[in-house]
């Protein structure tokens, strides 16, 4: 279906954007596909017009509309999940928290990100959270993708398929090269799991990054730096899982501040991955504002660093939460490593897999307020400039295209591999309707 400005429903399709950026942004044209076939449509009509074709999926980012583009809408109609033995396939509009729904009925998971709400924005570029270290990214669980090419052709890949270039690259960068329309992934068993949250001084930082560099892959250690919902002052949450349920057996200690466990049956049930209130309780999430113009906006970066930086990586983020522009902002520090190192560096496009840390540092302000806006991105990318000496890789799920860091950004994430996926690029997407590579 398409959807035009001023109808009903495509101010519908804007307003349901998780993304501030995105949903104040006015397309030329929402297309809803009900089928591969209206995908197909849909990319040559982009080509035809030369118009960007933003792809829509959880909606999480800010590149999945844009004013003057063709946003293509999997949300709406891409929603089937489909359970066959131990493998699920997933169609490319549904989010990470309804596939591990689905799951959970059948006693299955599968690793996916800290939050529910995002979709195959996530699948397609890695997926990095809190089962990474012992079941891997999400991207390394992929067993076939189906697509539409940025040519309007239609494509099936596989583990072992008579075409390993596809293979590769469509793990780590397809949103550059093809619309995916279908993701086939190997699921696990569910497992109850062991939630240990706890807050400290932000001074504590270096200490408890080393502590979590010498755990084993069972265990997951990441944490917030930010402002608790009802402080005034920043402070650091640690956030433990692993999936062992006898508490004497974690392996550390809850911190001198307060600290709260939970028991878990499954990753579809943890604990928000917020900084909680003083009674360890993570307020509900305000409702979007109504006005899809006001919603706050966002700009944020994603460092890997691997192990054995915790003294300069704690030092940058101490100083840095010390000049919050805001209580919004926030930096958060995923704990990877462990079955993510498994895998050969090229065994996918995502080549962050010697990092131990993926450092998301977002700065968020008020839709309007220009003076915030300056700060939260100066901050934003203050923290980028600071990290980077020290980072091995930049996750691209957050790219800066047209700012003087985004040649980095993309260095980076794909090294020297680079150019051959700008070769690529010129094969499968040869009007660029796709996210540039410049
Ligand atoms: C609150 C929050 C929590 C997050 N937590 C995590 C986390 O724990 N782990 C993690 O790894 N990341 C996390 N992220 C980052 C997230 O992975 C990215 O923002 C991702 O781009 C979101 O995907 P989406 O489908 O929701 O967003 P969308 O904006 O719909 O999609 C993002 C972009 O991905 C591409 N894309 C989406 N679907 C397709 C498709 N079917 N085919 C081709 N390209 C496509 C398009 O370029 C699109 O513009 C988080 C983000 C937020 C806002």
């Known amino acids: 279906m398409a959807l035009h400005p001023g ?24 297309f809803q596909p009900l089928d591969v076939a209206e995908v197909v449509e849909a990319v040559q009509q982009a080509r035809r017009q030369r118009l960007p074709l933003m792809v829509r999926s959880g909606g999480h980012s800010r590149f999945c509309a844009a004013d003057g583009a063709l946003m293509l809408d999997l949300a709406a109609h891409f929603t089937d999940i489909t359970l066959h033995g131990d493998q699920v396939s997933v169609g490319a509009g549904a989010g990470m928290g309804a596939i591990l729904r689905h799951l959970a009925a059948a006693g299955r998971t599968l690793p996916v990100g800290t939050h529910a709400t995002p979709g195959f924005g996530l699948l397609c570029m890695g997926g990095l959270g809190h089962l990474s270290r012992s079941l891997g990214l999400t991207i390394d669980n992929i067993v076939a993708l189906k697509g539409v090419r940025g040519d309007g052709s239609v494509f099936e890949v596989f583990e072992g398929c008579a075409d390993p270039i596809a293979w590769h690259w ?6 550059f090269l093809a619309v995916i329309t279908e993701a086939t992934l190997r699921t696990h068993p569910r497992q109850p799991l062991l939630v240990r949250r706890s807050l400290a001084a932000v001074e504590t930082l270096a200490e408890h990054l080393q502590q979590a560099e010498g755990l084993s892959r069972q265990w997951s250690s990441s944490f917030v730096l930010g402002v608790p919902p ?6 650091l949450m640690r956030y433990l899982v692993g999936a062992e349920l006898d508490e004497s057996h974690c392996p550390v200690a809850g911190a001198s501040g307060s600290s709260w466990t939970d028991q878990v049956p499954g990753l579809d049930a943890v604990p928000a991955f917020d900084l909680p209130a003083a009674d360890g309780r993570v307020p509900a999430a305000d409702l979007p504002c109504s006005d899809r113009h006001q919603r706050p906006r966002t700009w944020i970066h994603a460092i890997s660093v691997a192990a054995g930086h ?69 901050w934003s990318d203050g923290v980028f400039d600071a990290l980077e000496p020290i980072s091995c890789h930049i996750y691209l799920v957050e790219r800066h295209p047209g700012t003087p860091r985004y040649g980095c950004q993309l260095q980076k994430a794909y090294g020297a591999d680079l150019m051959a996926l700008r070769t690529l690029k010129q094969q499968w997407d040869p009007d ?7």
């Open 310 to 378: 915790s003294e300069a990586l704690a030092a940058v983020l101490t100083n840095a939460i010390g000049r919050l522009p805001n209580r919004h902002c926030r930096i958060d520090l995923q704990h990877i490593g462990g079955a993510v190192s498994d895998q050969p560096i090229n065994s996918s496009a995502y080549r962050g897999r010697g990092a131990e840390w993926s450092v998301v540092v977002t700065g968020l302000w008020p839709a309007g307020d220009e003076a915030a806006e300056l700060n939260a991105k100066a």
């Open 170 to 175: 469509l793990r780590g960068a397809a949103p």
């Open 230 to 235: 009802d402080g005034s002052e920043p402070a």
């Open 432 to 438: 660029g309707v796709l996210p540039a590579l410049e």
């Open 7 to 30: 109808e009903p429903h495509y101010e519908q399709a804007l307003s349901e954007l998780f993304n501030g950026n995105a949903a104040a942004c006015n397309p030329q044209l929402v």
